[in-house]
């Protein structure tokens, strides 16, 4: 197999030429046909997320079994999402909150992820995908779909919705949230008006810069932007009641602000990875509620380049990265 190492020691890539992983028990060994790459791998590059040795990266997979040692069968598609494992035995996985387990594994950070040929999973963390849809446009959903649709219903029922940061997972959302009816105003960095341009197109109401505020109160607001000073800027946008939900795994600190912008019982949640049942219910989802995935694609062997795409934000939608035949 090959596969692209980023080295945490060196802050480089390169690519290595390894033997075929053997599956344990309980696990499957996939074929790689696609990987979405998202903020997360940027965070990891960015040493914003510690890492001690070198890892292959990439936690959107999807990829055909080629040989199983679970109940999955060989040949089935599944794709692998960023919560690799769980102790299934701490507080937080006996009470249905595994997404918060204190011995969690996490692909492509604390295990080899997809940025490879082939990569070998727990099959209890795969879902099945569909075989009628494209890989490369259902990675995405793997991640940017998951944490986009927990943030999404941890927002509550928002009939103004606030999306701040419109890449992989605000495009995704944005469809999602509109065919449910609500309206959602969209925030892209100050100037890009491709980019607002991009969110308008997708049934957004409104889009502006972050700094600009929207014309009327929001009842919630997701923030995707890792930029902790819009959580202000956000409480300010949303009514009274309001709730605001920051979905990055990792974000610059949040600058004092005035009391006044949490009064009125306006809320401030973050949220943490994901659970098996996030993925069930997205999954469920969109069988009713179609979502065109927008891709931008780079070879396997050019992985860094779509993670320095990421970090400059000159990615329409998500990047996925496909390895050569």
Known sequence: MRAIVFDPHTGTFCEQVRPLPQPAEGEVLLEVEACGMCRTDVHIVDGDLPLTEPR???HQIVGRVIESRSDITVGARVGVPWLGGVCGTCRFCRTGRENL???????????????ATHA???ARFCFEL???????RLAPLLCAGLIGHRAWRLAGQARTLGIYGFGAAGHILCQVA???GQRVFAFTRPGDRDGQAFARELG???AAGSDE???EPLDAAILF??????VPRALEAVDKGGIVVCGGIHMSDIPSFPYRLLWEERQIRSVANLTREDGRSLFALIRHTPVDVHVETWPLRDAPAAIDAIRSGRVAGAAVVIPEK
């Open 225 to 230: 932007a890792p930029v902790g000073a819009l």
């Open 178 to 180: 509109t065919q449910q």
């Open 204 to 206: 957004a109401f409104w």
């Open 130 to 136: 569909p075989e009628d849809q494209d890989p490369v």
């Open 101 to 115: 387990c204190d011995h969690a594994v996490f692909t492509g950070y604390t295990r080899d992820g997809g940025c």
């Open 213 to 215: 505020p929207p014309p």
């Open 120 to 122: 070998v999973a727990d």
């Open 56 to 58: 292959v990266l990439g």
